[in-house]
């Protein structure tokens, strides 16, 4: 079993914490060998944390365990949840954090929730994946805390998951868990393809939710807050002022030479993109 286990959280760095999870994982397994993905999520962005991990987890080795703490609902009804995939290990409240990982794994129905949980979906997947939910006890640091969950189950269990013991050992299985509707690009009536701003990195980068596969070529136009950029560039440098380029990601991104085109464009997350074909 693997010691690697990453964190993905909106706990920032000017409090304790970060620290307070590692911790706990360090107190079950002194070995582990703990990963930062990010702790810069916004506060209570599920989809932005669901996003950077989707796009972090697949360059690890198989067997690594993401845990994944952006958790509003805290000490409510959600249950804390371990998903196993082919190549990793998961563990995370089930509140749509896993919602980039699970639309990568093909999922074969999904349902609507009742109204009160928004936009949750409930899906069920396909054989091969395994979950279960976190609900025995025994693996828990005590007192729980009812609003840190992330050190007082999250952190032992992923660090008992890295001793080599069964994820069936912490709870009951469930063949179903939560997801949060993932921004897809869409055609417009002249063809075109419209997208939206997804993630703003700290370079300023504006990631889209089109991927290079969506794209008809390079020769394009990319329309971007009334800004028209010609072509798809290859690298960061290849050109002067704003350029549209298909990021180490794997999505398009929108770009400005040493500068930062979301201020330049003035643009935020959720903004619509266009992609015309120049043909």
């Not at 360059?59 to 249950?79: C, L, M, N, W």
């Not at 055609?187 to 794209?215: A, M, Y």
């Amino acid at each position: 079993m693997s010691s690697i286990i990453t964190l993905t959280t909106d706990f920032g760095y000017d409090d304790a914490y970060v620290a307070a999870v590692k911790g706990a994982i360090l107190s079950t397994n002194p070995e582990a060998n703990i990963i930062d993905i990010s702790h810069s999520i916004e506060p209570q962005n599920i989809l932005q944390a669901a996003f950077i991990l989707g796009t972090a987890y697949r360059y690890f080795p198989k067997q690594t365990i993401h845990v994944a703490i952006v958790d509003p609902g805290v000490g409510s009804e959600r249950q804390g949840i371990i998903l196993k995939t082919p190549s990793a290990l998961f563990v995370a409240p089930d509140n749509g954090i896993l919602s980039y990982i699970i639309d990568d794994l093909f999922l074969v129905e999904s349902r609507s929730l009742t109204e009160h949980t928004h936009d949750l979906k409930e899906i069920v997947f396909k054989t091969g994946l395994e979950a279960v939910a976190i609900t025995d006890p025994r693996f828990w640091r005590h007192p729980v805390s009812p609003v840190f969950h992330g050190r007082d189950v999250f952190a032992p269990v992923a660090a008992g998951l890295s001793l080599g013991i069964s994820l069936y050992e912490f709870g009951e299985k469930v063949n179903s868990l939560h997801v949060l509707p993932i921004p897809k690009p869409s055609l417009d009536p002249e063809g075109n393809l419209v997208g939206r701003v997804l993630h703003v990195d700290r370079f300023g980068n504006l990631i889209t939710n089109i991927k290079s596969n969506d794209l008809p070529g390079k020769d394009v136009v990319v329309e971007v807050a009334g800004h028209r950029i010609q072509g798809i560039s290859s690298y960061y440098a290849q050109n002067e002022g704003v350029m549209a380029i298909v990021g180490s990601s794997g999505y398009l991104e929108v770009s400005l030479r040493d500068g930062s085109a979301c201020d330049f464009l003035g643009t935020v997350v959720g903004d619509e993109i266009k992609v015309i074909s120049a043909v």
